[in-house]
């Protein structure tokens, strides 16, 4: 608990003080910069500077190669814990992420997303739905990589839940490849429940091949959404197993 407390209130007073220097770069590169791809950098390295002062996690990266630049595509990935989002800025990727629109109310963080040009999802309004196909459909066509977590919220036992069809639909109607990520570890550094921090955790990331949609095996989102997870559980599965 006490480290707990330490290391939340480290990250607290850090994210004051980074935000400052988040914006002074986003005010000097706006003009330029018209795809976000400094303050991406930015965002990644604040991220990886959370990371670091907690030194017990052990993490490994598994063929992040796989991850595109410069070509648009879906990526996937299960959802363990509030950590998930770190792991995956970890690798490096210029991602455009979709979250629900209660994270872009969360001062800060949330101020951060919306300069970042993330998509923004009210999971109580369908009549957001369209607009968040939108806003996807435009980052694909800006060559960019689109992150979603397809069962929506966080497991509560690290294990996969029921995934929802959004992210596949959206694939099919951009004709966009999907790129499947696992991660496994997450859901014991910080568990969906509580804000205890563990101490020395294994923590796996691994980018899957990526499913080119001429290879997809059905248009059907509900079909396709079954094949992805399929492939995400057989990947968690091989490696709970060698671990």
Request: glycine letters at 0%.
């Given at each position: 608990m006490l480290i707990s407390v330490i290391v939340w209130l480290i990250m607290g007073i850090a994210l004051i003080l980074i935000f400052f220097i988040?914006?002074?770069?986003?005010?000097?590169?706006?003009?330029f910069d018209r795809n976000k791809y400094i303050v991406q950098k930015?965002?990644?390295?604040?991220?990886?500077?959370?990371?670091f002062i907690f030194p017990f996690w052990h993490i490994i990266v598994v063929d992040k190669h796989k991850i595109l630049k410069d070509r648009p595509c879906i990526a996937v990935s299960n959802h363990q814990s509030q950590l998930?989002?770190?792991?995956?800025?970890?690798?490096?990727g210029y991602f455009v992420w979709v979250s629900k629109i209660e994270n872009f109310r969360i001062p800060i963080v949330g101020w951060?997303?919306?300069?970042?040009?993330?998509?923004?999802?009210?999971?109580?309004?369908p009549k957001t739905f369209p607009k968040m196909f939108e806003g996807i459909s435009?980052?694909?066509?800006?060559n960019k990589t689109v992150m979603m977590f397809p069962e929506g919220t966080r497991s509560k036992d690290c294990e996969l839940g029921r995934f929802k069809e959004g992210a596949f639909k959206a694939a099919i109607e951009n004709k966009t490849s999907i790129l499947p990520i696992v991660l496994d570890g997450t859901g014991r550094a910080i568990p969906k429940e509580g804000m205890l921090i563990s101490g020395k955790t294994k923590i796996?990331?691994?980018?899957?091949?990526?499913?080119?949609?001429?290879?997809?095996?059905?248009?059907?989102?509900?079909?396709?959404?079954?094949?992805?997870k399929g492939i995400i559980a057989k990947?968690?599965?091989i490696i709970r197993k060698s671990a």
């Open positions: 988040y914006i002074f770069i986003w005010f000097i590169s706006f003009p930015v965002t990644q390295l604040w991220v990886k500077f959370y990371i998930d989002i770190a792991m995956l800025f970890y690798l490096f951060v997303m919306s300069l970042n040009r993330y998509i923004s999802l009210d999971r109580n309004d435009k980052a694909i066509k800006d796996t990331i691994k980018v899957l091949d990526l499913i080119p949609y001429e290879n997809f095996p059905s248009y059907d989102p509900a079909i396709l959404k079954e094949h992805v990947e968690l599965d």
